[in-house]
């Protein structure tokens, strides 16, 4: 699967953004998909995930609470909706795949992804 993450721009604190990962080729209800996010400095960390039906969803605390990652298959896409902004948000966003094939596994840990979108960039003015 080929991934494009689009969606990024500059944002006010306080405001919101909704981040768009869309999918190529077959079988995209096969991958579990998690967004990620890398900011100038540090470590690519984990943000989201959502299981290959949609049903399962795991947050990391930083955005829980403020985020809503969702998929519709039908269309290949995982969005992810932010609110809340923080200047601490500002990082350049990856999506990525984790071919789960029929399993409802969600994972948080980066190696377990297959493949990678080229990352979008959101930047939180404060």
């Known amino acids: 699967v080929q991934l494009q993450a689009c969606g990024g721009g500059l944002v006010q604190a306080g405001g919101s953004r909704r981040l768009s990962c869309v999918g190529s080729?077959?079988?995209?209800?096969?991958?579990?998909i998690g967004w990620f996010r890398q900011a100038p400095g540090k470590e690519r960390e984990f943000v989201a995930a959502?299981?290959?039906?949609?049903?399962?969803?795991v947050y990391a605390d930083a955005v829980k609470g403020r985020s809503t990652i969702s998929r519709k298959n039908a269309e290949n896409t995982v969005y992810l909706d932010m609110n809340m902004l923080k200047p601490e948000d500002t990082a350049v966003y990856y999506c990525a795949a984790d071919h789960v094939i029929t399993s409802m596994r969600i994972s948080t840990g980066r190696d377990d992804y297959d493949y990678w979108g080229q990352g979008t960039q959101v930047t939180v003015s404060s």
């Open positions: 959502i299981s290959r039906s949609g049903s399962g969803t």
């Open positions: 080729g077959r079988y995209f209800n096969r991958y579990a």
